[in-house]
């Protein structure tokens, strides 16, 4: 069974743009979560999505937004790029509530 | 809010030694509870998890975490660590609400020497 793919592995933006990342989960699993890791603040969740509907948010500010297709992909965007934005974007899915969460390889942003 | 402590952020071993890694969570209700290991160059895999029952679960590559409900701890073990055990570890929590977000410990990096 495939695991967790996101596109693109890596990407480069400089201040002021926006952005998009791609999360493919694993086939059948109906949850994506997305979360940041920084060296300096770890990995924190972002959100949380369950048959196209958002059910929790961390707490990142209005310019992190998400989307979930009703084939379970989903898609994270962020607007308004900072600095502070470079980090691992891991995208990971699961079956059921409160399972194991797998994860994807990430995507790496550096902002410029 | 739940939080999870681990308290040693760096670990160095030599081969053969024996391993502890700590994690404390701060949550009052019902937790699902998790080890990951994030290898050099690698994704996040689970190494084990803990969900009820027994309260010494193991899980791969000889790992083994003991959960401890008075203490709200959840230690990682393996008795013998190898040069391959060389990795960032990660605690984490899910509270059992039906939500999927999990809480991670700042992560313990293992460095293991030949």
């Known amino acids: 069974k495939a695991g967790v793919t996101q596109t693109p592995r890596y990407l480069i933006k400089t201040r002021g743009q926006q952005v998009t990342l791609s999360c493919s989960p694993i086939?059948?699993?109906?949850?994506v979560s997305w979360y940041q890791q920084t060296p300096g603040q770890g990995l924190q969740f972002l959100f949380e999505y369950f048959s196209e509907t958002q059910r929790n948010k961390g707490n990142f500010p209005g310019r992190f937004s998400g989307r979930q297709f009703s084939n379970s992909r989903s898609e994270m965007n962020v607007s308004t790029l900072e600095l502070g934005d470079s980090a691992l974007y891991l995208c990971?899915?699961?079956?059921?509530?409160?399972?194991?969460?797998?994860f994807g390889p990430g995507t790496r942003l550096t902002v410029l | 809010a739940q939080s999870v402590s681990q308290h040693n952020h760096h670990v160095i071993l030599s081969e053969a030694a024996s391993l502890e890694l700590g994690c404390n969570y701060s949550y009052g209700g019902t937790v699902n509870l998790f080890w990951y290991v994030q290898y050099p160059g690698q994704h996040l895999q689970l190494l084990l998890k803990?969900?009820?029952?027994?309260?010494l679960v193991k899980g791969i590559k000889g790992f083994e975490a003991e959960f401890i409900k008075s203490k709200f701890s959840f230690n990682l073990r393996k008795p013998s660590v190898q040069w391959s055990d060389t990795a960032e570890y990660f605690c984490a929590v899910n509270p059992y609400t039906g939500r999927r977000a999990l809480t991670f410990g700042s992560g313990t990096r293992l460095q293991v020497q030949p």
């Open positions: 990971a899915s699961s079956s059921q509530a409160g399972d194991e969460q797998f």
């Open positions: 086939s059948g699993h109906r949850s």
């Open positions: 803990y969900f009820s029952g027994d309260p």
